[in-house]
């Protein structure tokens, strides 16, 4: 499987972004895919999951803001984040995986390049 993620850019405290990861080479919706980012200087982190029959999962820091959703007809997951503070701040990451909407990295077998989302105050 090989993912592409895009869609960061920079934008203010408050705004909104939506980060788009693209699959191919595998039935993409049988696969679990979930969003990780890396913030400056801290380790990588769960954002939110979505698994092959929809059902999801967010980190406490995101939820109520951010909504991962899948098309199945485009092998494409998104994440739509709103509100969003400098905490966000981050390089994300899409992942797939086998195991459901997990929050661990460990579940995940294919990773795709980072896009940077910046949010200035």
């Known amino acids: 499987v090989q993912l592409q993620a895009f869609g960061g850019g920079l934008v203010h405290a408050g705004g909104s972004l939506r980060l788009s990861c693209a699959a191919s080479?595998?039935?993409?919706?049988?696969?679990?895919m979930g969003w990780f980012r890396r913030a400056p200087g801290k380790e990588r982190e769960f954002v939110a999951a979505?698994?092959?029959?929809?059902?999801?999962d967010y980190a406490d820091s995101v939820k109520g803001r951010f909504t991962i959703s899948r098309d199945n007809t485009k092998s494409t997951v998104y994440l739509q984040m709103n509100s969003l503070k400098p905490e966000d701040t981050a390089v994300y990451h899409c992942?797939?995986?086998?195991?459901?909407?997990?929050?661990?990295?460990?579940?995940?077998?294919?990773w795709g390049q980072g896009t940077l989302v910046t949010v200035s105050s």
């Open positions: 979505i698994s092959w029959d929809g059902d999801t």
């Open positions: 992942a797939a995986g086998r195991r459901g909407a997990s929050t661990f990295e460990f579940s995940y077998d294919f």
């Open positions: 080479g595998r039935t993409f919706s049988s696969l679990s």
